[in-house]
């Protein structure tokens, strides 16, 4: 289980020649499920690219600490990243490899058994439905195709935990599908799925539960079906409008 406890995350920007701290996170505690796919919703700037990054060790707490099965970054980072799958939602990878060369380097990164990556590479490719291109050059690819390869490169050395941001951002159809299919069966398989997205429709259909931010704070959590009939709602857009009081206009 992942285990969020009183995290909070300060920045300073500069404005007017002064230096204004704000937080982008501010005093969240929350516990991740084992075995279950949980999103993280809100509008932009909600603090959600925030709290994926202190989830996947890339950022520090100002305070709070995040734990995997009780231990902490600060004395096992290794570990920890090692049984980690982070998308984040800007993801840049390498033009001018084929998407092959990109698996087999991302295999060396975590020193998987040489005798292994060959056949992880060929089911990660029957997961993803990559064969078509395997071998093609990344920069030659779709945006559709270039998310799946990103998303492959994450699952190479078979994780135990995905932090998934914006996977389907920006994606057609076919490409959304095959990927919210791929979560979908990564959950049948034990692994737990914490997903961001801005497309809350999507998040109804595929999400055990749901955490809702707004300005750094979570303001409800709980099963889609709970928060709607605690909302009074039909769907998880209008719980949100809802829960915030309505749009400012």
């Known amino acids: 289980m992942i285990t969020v406890k009183n995290v909070s995350k300060k920045f300073i ?3 007017k020649n002064k230096n204004i701290e704000f937080y982008a996170d501010k005093d969240i505690s929350y516990d991740f499920k084992d075995g279950s796919i949980t999103g993280v919703l809100g509008p932009n700037g909600a603090g959600k690219t925030t709290l994926l990054r202190m989830l996947s060790g890339i950022l520090n707490p100002t305070s709070g600490e995040v734990l995997f099965n009780n231990l902490n ?9 090692k049984q980690i799958a982070y998308l984040s939602g800007n993801t840049k990878i390498y033009n001018n490899l084929s998407c092959y060369e990109l698996l087999k380097m991302c295999a060396d990164i975590y020193s998987m058994d040489k005798t292994k990556v060959e056949d992880r590479i060929k089911e990660v490719s029957d997961i993803l439905n990559l064969k078509d ?6 920069g030659n690819l779709s945006t559709g195709q270039m998310q799946r390869v990103s998303i492959a490169r994450c699952l190479i050395h078979d994780p135990k935990y995905y932090i998934l941001d914006e996977a389907t951002s920006g994606l057609d159809i076919i490409s959304s599908q095959i990927i ?13 799925i914490i997903y961001s997205t801005h497309y809350m429709e999507e998040a109804e259909n595929i999400c055990d539960d749901v955490l809702l931010i707004n300005k750094g704070s979570i303001i409800k959590t709980g099963t889609p079906k709970a928060i709607l009939k605690d909302t009074n709602t039909d769907n998880l857009r209008d719980a949100f409008i809802s829960l915030i009081g309505g749009i400012n206009e």
């Open 13 to 15: 920007k500069k404005e």
């Open 73 to 81: 970054y600060k004395d096992n980072e290794i570990e920890i990243k």
């Open 133 to 138: 291109f395997l071998y093609n050059r990344i």
């Open 180 to 192: 919210l299919d791929f979560i979908k069966a990564e959950k049948k398989r034990g692994k737990t």
